[in-house]
Structures are given as C-alpha cells and as structure tokens.
C-alpha cells in the first residue's frame, strides 16, 4: 500500500501539468534516508525512465520532421 501511495504521489500532476511532489519529499514522507531508495521504492528506474526516452524521441523526431526556413 505505501508503495501504491508513493507512486500516486509521483505521478499527481496539477492542473498546470506540474508535478505536486518532487522525489525529495515523497522520500522525506516515507522516511528514506536516500533518495536512491525513494526512486527504487516507486519504480523510477525503469518505469519512468522509459516513458521519458519515449517522449524524447517523439519530440526529437517532430523538430527533426519540421522543415527549416
């Protein structure tokens, strides 16, 4: 159940689209003393990390796409 939180908590945006809690203080919730440990608790590593190369190469290939002037 801590780690259904904790990965919520990560993933909460606002209406902005910004994140609500940083890694820092969702590890300061749960008690980490290492943020090592906060990003493995909730997935980070491979989860997160992937989705974001994924959104890397989308935007990559857009500006890549869009002819110059």
């Not at 909460?12 to 940083?22: S, W």
């Not at 997160?48 to 002819?67: E, G, L």
């Amino acid at each position: 159940m801590r780690r259904t939180c904790a990965l919520q908590w990560f993933e909460a945006r606002d209406e902005h689209g910004q994140r609500t809690l940083d890694l820092e203080t969702i590890g300061e919730i749960l008690g980490h003393a290492d943020l090592s440990t906060t990003k493995n608790y909730i997935g980070v590593n491979l989860r997160h990390m992937t989705k974001a190369m994924s959104c890397y190469r989308i935007a990559r290939h857009r500006t890549q796409s869009v002819p110059s002037r």
